[in-house]
């Protein structure tokens, strides 16, 4: 499996759940299983919760992917992706000296909650490739790619 690193550790093997790629290997498969059993023992937990009750920030399929990656579940081996070429949602709000100093190819839209609200992030950032018809902007990818 191939991941992205999390900005909260850079240099670790914590990842982000929104992982990059995966080959159709029998460790694969066994990774998302036991995430699947774990995430549908979450649910089974919190399904009479009331709304307003949060899960807990130790308890959700970032950490369950971490807790699996870091013990090689299953026999399953990643690979991380340099952050300074694939950054998560942090980028957005590192200093500009920070932002600067990496080169990225992909930045991980995370760190933000809601689809509005990434959809806007985006946009703002320039980094929104769709025009409100539903075409591509061909000159803002030009634009941001530097052609």
């Known amino acids: ?31 998302l299983h036991e995430l699947h059993k774990m995430m549908m023992k979450l649910a089974d937990t919190i399904k009479n919760w009331p709304p307003e009750k949060a899960v807990s920030e130790g308890e959700n399929d970032q950490v369950y992917l971490n807790r699996l990656v870091l013990n090689k579940y299953g026999g399953m081996e990643a690979t991380m992706m340099p952050f300074s070429e694939f950054p998560d949602g942090k980028w957005f709000t590192a200093s500009e ?23 806007k992030r985006a946009k703002q950032w320039g980094h929104w ?8 902007d061909d000159e803002q990818v030009k634009k941001i790619i530097n052609l």
Do not use: L
Not at 1 to 27: D, E, K
Not at 97 to 119: D, L
Not at 129 to 136: A, L, P, R, V
């Open 1 to 31: 499996m191939v991941f992205f690193h999390n900005m909260i550790h850079p240099g670790s093997t914590a990842v982000n759940g929104g992982f990059v790629y995966m080959f159709p290997t029998r460790p694969t498969f066994k990774v």
């Open 97 to 119: 000296s920070q932002r600067i100093s990496w080169h990225p190819y992909v930045i991980h839209n995370n760190w933000i909650i809601g689809r509005e609200e990434k959809m």
């Open 129 to 136: 490739f769709i025009k409100d018809n539903g075409e591509c």
